[in-house]
């Protein structure tokens, strides 16, 4: 088996104490939640009085540190999880700040791209980008120019999600709010917080964040919640999503869990776990795909937001090799070749692996980039730890990676 190296142990070791505090919190939460077998059962129809989804939302909201939150398989992703935050909280004639480009999905919501239906900007509501930074100082000018009382609603992604950038540590997004806020106490600051959840031992909320969104199918859902997407915040923008999501008077009261909550708590239940094997395979990578000279982001040793894993190949061959590699490594579909091909909203062909039991999961091995120069890939995920040193394994000739 591969040896690893002292000083990537060490860093496995801080890892383990991210999982042990997030585990402590989970379990906390479970225990505040007083769950039982009983909130196991098969909810259908209107799902009234459905106490696995009621305690569901106890245990996240209890986990984030929120009022409320809102956890339903009829939020099918993390787009449209975000897409309900915006839409709840957001009236015609109110201006979007987004911090950082967009994330890919993200643009059409807002209609910087696309058809322009059922968009943020067909509703009225227009955006403003301003540029990533987390210099204070730029900070300070930034949000002084941009930011008045009548600004509502400050949008940040924690991950770097398919830029190259850093993603933002919660220290970071704690500053982003203190000197946000300054300019208007009452700006509701929303976090895309998917790849970011249980990275760190804290979150968005206990930095002062009003609304946290993510998807079932990364993180916090361990790949055994088969599919949804979250919500977590303060309780009048949770009515307000919920609100939106049902019905105005009807909110949270409705929405039948479908036999799944014992799927979603089982894999919050794992996911401190879990994140934290997607984390270690990620310095695992960086580390060893450094030292065969590919460009990482970030590398091994950095402080990371996310668990999302930057790799430029500069080689196309290098790039292809790789995300072939992770897709032999799947445990579904490993036997398919991944080749490049052209996805609708997508402008340049895109090479992909995702061989999870979950369809689309992306806390399962899982790898994607656009097959361009400077061929970069963004790989996340992993389940278990020895699945990713299987992967630097399958990597040693391509690569020509020393074990030492
Ligand atoms: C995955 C992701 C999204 C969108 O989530 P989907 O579930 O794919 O819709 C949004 N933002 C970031 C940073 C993500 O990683």
């Not at 980008?129 to 002084?144: D, G, H, M, S, V």
């Not at 668990?307 to 080689?315: A, D, N, P, R, Y």
């Not at 299987?390 to 040693?396: I, T, Y």
Request: charged residues 20%; aromatic residues 10%.
């Amino acid at each position: 088996m591969l040896n690893i190296p002292h000083e990537v142990k060490k860093q496995f070791e801080i890892i383990d104490t991210i999982i042990y505090t997030n585990a402590k919190k989970v379990q906390r939460a479970f225990g505040e939640a007083r769950i039982s077998q009983s909130d196991f059962s098969y909810v259908t129809g209107y799902g009234y009085g459905d106490t696995g989804r009621e305690k569901t939302e106890k245990v996240f909201a209890s986990f984030f540190g929120a009022e409320d939150a809102l956890v339903r398989p009829q939020i099918v992703s993390g787009t449209h999880a975000i897409t309900l935050g915006l839409f709840a909280i957001l009236r015609p004639g109110d201006e979007l700040l987004v911090f950082g480009n967009p994330y890919k999905t993200f643009e059409e919501v807002i209609g910087k791209r696309g058809k322009n239906q059922g968009s943020l900007k067909e509703w009225g509501i227009s955006y403003k980008i301003l540029p990533f930074t987390t210099n204070l100082n730029e900070l300070e000018i930034i949000f002084q120019n941009n930011i008045s009382s009548k600004t509502k609603l400050l949008f940040l992604q924690k991950s770097r999600g398919y830029e190259l950038r850093p993603s933002l540590l919660n220290e970071e997004i704690k500053l982003i709010i203190k000197i946000a806020k300054k300019y208007n106490p009452n700006l509701i600051v929303f976090v895309d917080n998917c790849y970011g959840e249980m990275v760190e031992t804290t979150e968005p909320i206990e930095m002062g964040a009003d609304l946290v969104a993510g998807s079932l199918i990364k993180n916090l859902g361990a790949g055994i919640a088969p599919t949804g997407g979250y919500l977590a915040g303060k309780r009048e923008l949770i009515e307000q999503a919920a609100y939106r999501l049902t019905a105005p008077g009807l909110g949270k009261e409705v929405g039948p869990s479908l036999g799944i909550a014992r799927n979603i708590l089982q894999g919050f239940y794992f996911a401190p776990k879990v994140v934290g094997e997607a984390h270690k395979i990620a310095v695992l990578l960086a580390y060893f795909l450094e030292l065969a000279g590919i460009e990482v982001l970030p590398g091994p040793f950095a402080k990371r937001g996310d668990i999302v894993q930057t790799l430029i190949f500069h080689e196309k061959d290098k790039m292809l090799n790789f995300v072939q590699s992770v897709q032999k490594i799947s445990p579904i579909d490993n036997f398919v070749t991944i080749e490049p091909s052209l996805l609708p909203g997508y402008d340049a062909p895109v090479v992909m692996a995702s061989g999870s039991f979950v369809s689309g999961s992306s806390i399962d091995l899982s790898a994607d980039g656009p097959f361009v120069p400077p061929y970069i890939v963004y790989y996340q995920g992993g389940i278990a730890l020895e699945y990713g040193i299987m992967l630097v394994e399958s990597l040693s000739d391509k690569f020509s990676i020393n074990y030492f």
